[in-house]
């Protein structure tokens, strides 16, 4: 395995774990139930990717190919907010806003889907290219959740209490 490889994947590994302290953080701080739950979400799948990235190093290491994991589509869209959903009700105090707390998460994914599609394009290693451009897809369903709950949050993205779009395909 190259440096430059090894590099990469040691900074995807990292910053997949920054985002676990991120929404860790948030599901402690913020003041919706089902906010708190959404982070919950997000930081289990950054244990995922954590868990992903750790065995395409090892596979690499040990020269052997990488098995892709698939990301389940009920795991995506089950958290996209309902405009009904009592979970909606303020549970404590948070020292974040949940908009702001949205707002860093938010932030985060983008800077991860942009990171993982810069490393796949510099990358002439098929199956490497391939491994990060499934990451950075992955990052940008979660970016999309997050946009939904911050539209929620201004009432924007619903048309007669429907959802306009959808993660699934």
Avoid at 8 to 36: D, H, I, N, Q
Avoid at 63 to 79: D, H, L, M, T
Avoid at 116 to 137: I, P, R, V, W
């Amino acid at each position: 395995m190259s440096q430059s490889m090894q590099k990469a994947l040691k900074t995807a590994y990292e910053a997949e774990k920054e985002g676990l302290r991120s929404y860790l953080k948030f599901a402690k701080e913020t003041t919706v139930a089902s906010g708190k739950n959404m982070f919950l979400q997000l930081a289990l799948d950054e244990v995922d990717h954590m868990d992903m990235i750790e065995k395409y190093m090892d596979n690499l290491l040990a020269g052997k190919k990488f098995e892709p994991v698939k990301v389940p589509k009920a795991r995506i869209s089950e958290f996209m907010p309902k405009v009904s959903d009592a979970s909606r009700t303020k549970t404590e105090k948070s020292t974040v806003s949940d908009e702001t707390a949205l707002k860093i998460a938010l932030a985060h994914e983008e800077k991860a889907c942009a990171f993982y599609k810069e490393e796949a394009e510099k990358t002439e290693d098929a199956e490497l290219k391939a491994f990060f451009l499934k990451l950075s897809e992955v990052e940008m369903k979660h970016r999309d959740i997050i946009q939904a709950e911050l539209d929620f949050m201004a009432q924007d993205g619903f048309w007669f209490d429907a959802m306009e779009f959808s993660l699934e395909k």
